[in-house]
């Protein structure tokens, strides 16, 4: 096992408290290092030291990029774009990686240097005098500092377990002269350190709201449940080099375990949900903590628009935007048409987190109206538009990876009660109800809006711009299929709302915005001339009509002047089209109530599950859990067999003929580990 020796790579951390809510407290600064040996020498010195095992969370092989953006990807909700051969990073999500996978090596690096970092502070905090001889503020502090570190450790192996299954563990600080071979442990002897890990983490973590990225003890706790019910799921197990998907016999006792640490989270009254689905995400891509809602999430600071510090939420995961009014976003992520016709029509959250659209230069949302546009769909939580802007964030940005928020426990408690109770009961639908509500919009003000085409126009030769205004929503986008044998409007031909000319339903209008159409002609239109020769497609203005030619000529001396339909060429030498601007409306849509969103009771244990898959999608899509949601409950191979019925035949979805089941549920051991450790075992498949 190539560990990392008693040097320790650390951040220089500088915490700057500030009146605004909208600066971060942990900035990550440029790398020092320091030896163990003679660096516990004061607190501070102890604090950087445990800052620098947050760091390793932070690294574009863990939270920056891969785990969330690469790992998390081709389920039933959303799928990386381009083949396998693209690149060797997409061969991962498309289930064609292989054990000599960079990417997969960085990632179990970057994890096992976490490891390594937690065990030299929770080695050297207890040699330092003011852990024994200090006054109660030191032993405090450094007491949290082994709490921290205690809990980051642990919060390392679990995504080694979920990523990898058996895996080293390793305990204490690496020595020069240590031999490699260190063999796998299994997953279930680590999944016992990690909740004894986390227990003793939660006792000597602070109860009080967070002021910064660091972890309290109600983080712990949700985090603890979390990783209970991983532990009492599915995962794929060896059996002499044959994959089976395996359960433990006693999973109740991890959903036992669950219950308890969900129960105190929230019994703690200190966290809920914003009312606003849609801030939460605005909020984090406008560096806004928001500790109420969010329980546990890892810090980022890009200097100087580089990678270093930076991350890839609101770049790979955002619509596709042209720089101009808004900073450049190449997505990657593309989301899946089944996942977005899931959602209920009256569910805020689907227009908010799909992106139907890219945004052009000039900052406009531009539908995708073509055939197969559904294929070009993207993440819209963390649009460009949401963001800072600065030069900070011309590529990489400084939104937060979120790992925990509350709508996430209250998602947890609804299945842990149907699970242990055999159904649901009211704890479990008050639950889910909670998030559902917010899902709707039910407590924010204002109501989403359907565009409709009244008069069709004429003389169009491409879609026209949708342009909103007032109303005080945000979101509505108006789109129209193009008749090019009338050059009239028509309905769409994806239509994604119910309603034939919406695109997006928006959110928060309190009353009717005004929508306006594109005129058929550009700007500078000429005056028609007599005796000139047109071409087909050219504007032409006489008096205050316009008109598009249809067909092409050389002009006589009458000039058009019809008010509809074409002019005869035998008249005017020129078949005109006469060219007038579409008339669209929008139209309030009734609000959704609590009825709406709340669900049926009388659901048995079976009904009641299958709608905590579904709502866990809906809720926490693209948030980094999805693929060990499904491996969890046994679904990732049947969720995506599913998939695959319900998209078009000529819908390119790669999932389908290259996941093979027994084997995809874990990533392969990678080679550069394999071959200095030859104690460890492969895993199934590879």
């Known amino acids: 096992m190539k560990f990392m020796n008693n040097r320790l790579i650390v951040s220089a951390i500088c915490l700057s408290l500030t009146a605004t809510s909208c600066?971060?407290?942990?900035?990550?600064?440029?790398?020092?290092?320091?030896?163990?040996?003679?660096?516990?020498?004061?607190?501070?010195?102890?604090?950087?030291?445990?800052?620098?095992?947050?760091?390793?969370?932070?690294?574009?092989?863990?939270?920056?990029?891969?785990?969330?953006?690469?790992?998390?990807?081709?389920?039933?909700?959303?799928?990386?774009?381009?083949?396998?051969?693209?690149?060797?990073?997409?061969?991962?999500?498309?289930?064609?990686?292989?054990?000599?996978?960079?990417?997969?090596?960085?990632?179990?690096?970057?994890?096992?240097?976490?490891?390594?970092?937690?065990?030299?502070?929770?080695?050297?905090?207890?040699?330092?005098?003011?852990?024994?001889?200090?006054?109660?503020?030191?032993?405090?502090?450094?007491?949290?500092?082994?709490?921290?570190?205690?809990?980051?450790?642990?919060?390392?192996?679990?995504?080694?377990?979920r990523l990898f299954g058996d895996v080293p563990l390793k305990l204490t600080p690496s020595q020069t002269g240590e031999k490699f071979d260190v063999p796998s442990t299994d997953r279930y002897v680590i999944y016992d350190q990690i909740i004894k890990d986390m227990k003793e983490a939660a006792d000597l973590l602070p109860e009080t709201l967070p002021t910064d990225e660091r972890i309290n003890k109600w983080g712990a706790k949700a985090v603890l449940a979390k990783v209970a019910l991983y532990a009492g799921g599915y995962s794929l197990r060896n059996n002499g080099g044959i994959g089976s998907v395996e359960r433990p016999a006693n999973y109740k006792e991890y959903y036992t375990l669950a219950k308890q640490q969900i129960d105190e989270v929230i019994g703690s009254k200190l966290y809920s949900l914003n009312d606003d689905y849609t801030k939460v995400f605005k909020n984090q891509s406008q560096h806004i903590l928001e500790p109420k809602e969010s329980l546990f999430e890892v810090a980022f600071f890009n200097q100087a628009n580089s990678t270093i510090g930076g991350n890839s939420i609101g770049q790979f995961n955002a619509p596709t935007t042209v720089n101009g009014v808004y900073r450049q976003a190449n997505s990657r992520v593309l989301v899946l048409k089944p996942f977005f016709d899931s959602f209920d029509t009256k569910d805020v959250r689907r227009d908010f987190a799909v992106a139907a659209f890219s945004i052009d230069a000039k900052g406009r949302r531009v539908p995708y109206l073509a055939a197969r546009g559904d294929e070009n769909w993207k993440v819209g939580k963390w649009s460009r538009e949401y963001q800072t802007g600065t030069l900070q964030e011309l590529q990489s940005t400084n939104i937060n990876t979120v790992i925990m928020r509350y709508s996430d426990v209250l998602l947890m408690r609804a299945e842990v009660e149907n699970e242990l109770n055999n159904g649901p009961n009211t704890l479990a639908y008050d639950a889910i109800n909670e998030v559902r509500r917010r899902g709707y919009g039910v407590n924010t003000a204002g109501r989403s809006i359907s565009i409709d085409v009244l008069t069709p126009g004429s003389g169009y030769s491409a879609v026209p711009t949708f342009t909103i205004v007032d109303g005080g929503g945000t979101g509505a986008i108006g789109g129209a299929n193009l008749i090019a044998t009338s050059g009239t409007l028509g309905p769409m031909t994806i239509v994604t709302t119910g309603y034939p000319n919406t695109v997006n339903a928006g959110y928060g209008y309190t009353s009717v915005p005004t929508v306006t159409v594109s005129n058929p002609w550009p700007d500078n239109v000429s005056?028609?001339?007599?005796?000139?020769?047109?071409?087909?497609?050219?504007?032409?203005?006489?008096?205050?009509?316009?008109?598009?030619?249809?067909?092409?000529?050389?002009?006589?001396?009458?000039?058009?002047?019809?008010?509809?339909?074409?002019?005869?060429?035998?008249?005017?030498?020129?078949?005109?089209?006469?060219?007038?601007?579409?008339?669209?409306?929008?139209?309030?849509?009734?609000?959704?109530?609590?009825?709406?969103?709340?669900?049926?009771?009388?659901?048995?244990?079976?009904?009641?599950?299958?709608?905590?898959?579904?709502?866990?999608?809906?809720?926490?899509?693209?948030?980094?859990?999805?693929?060990?949601?499904?491996?969890?409950?046994?679904?990732?191979?049947?969720?995506?067999?599913?998939?695959?019925?319900?998209?078009?035949?000529?819908?390119?979805?790669?999932?389908?003929?290259?996941?093979?089941?027994?084997?995809?549920?874990?990533?392969?051991?990678?080679?550069?580990?394999t071959d200095v450790n030859t104690s460890i075992n492969q895993n199934p498949g590879y």
């Not at 990417?103 to 065990?119: K, S, Y």
């Not at 570190?149 to 679990?158: E, G, H, N, P, V």
């Not at 008109?547 to 078949?575: D, F, I, K, L, M």
């Not at 693929?627 to 999932?655: E, F, Q």
Request: with cysteine.
């Open 23 to 161: 600066k971060k407290t942990l900035e990550v600064e440029p790398y020092s290092s320091f030896t163990s040996a003679n660096f516990f020498e004061n607190e501070n010195q102890a604090f950087m030291a445990t800052l620098g095992v947050y760091q390793s969370l932070g690294q574009q092989a863990t939270y920056g990029w891969y785990i969330n953006l690469i790992y998390d990807n081709d389920t039933d909700v959303s799928q990386i774009d381009g083949n396998v051969d693209a690149n060797q990073w997409r061969a991962i999500p498309h289930y064609a990686a292989t054990k000599e996978s960079s990417f997969l090596d960085q990632t179990w690096i970057a994890l096992f240097q976490g490891v390594g970092r937690a065990n030299v502070v929770l080695a050297q905090i207890p040699k330092m005098d003011a852990y024994t001889n200090g006054s109660d503020t030191q032993k405090a502090l450094l007491n949290r500092l082994i709490g921290e570190a205690k809990f980051l450790r642990s919060y390392f192996y679990f995504d080694l377990v």
């Open 527 to 673: 005056n028609w001339v007599s005796s000139k020769s047109y071409s087909v497609g050219t504007y032409v203005k006489q008096g205050s009509n316009y008109y598009r030619v249809a067909t092409a000529g050389t002009s006589t001396s009458t000039a058009p002047s019809h008010t509809s339909g074409n002019s005869s060429a035998v008249s005017t030498g020129v078949e005109f089209t006469y060219a007038s601007p579409a008339v669209v409306k929008a139209t309030l849509l009734v609000k959704p109530t609590a009825n709406d969103a709340d669900l049926m009771s009388g659901k048995s244990k079976e009904q009641f599950f299958d709608v905590i898959v579904s709502e866990r999608a809906r809720e926490l899509c693209f948030e980094g859990g999805r693929r060990g949601d499904l491996i969890r409950w046994n679904l990732l191979g049947a969720k995506i067999a599913l998939t695959k019925s319900l998209i078009r035949p000529n819908y390119t979805y790669l999932s389908f003929a290259n996941f093979r089941a027994n084997q995809h549920e874990l990533y392969p051991i990678p080679l550069s580990e």
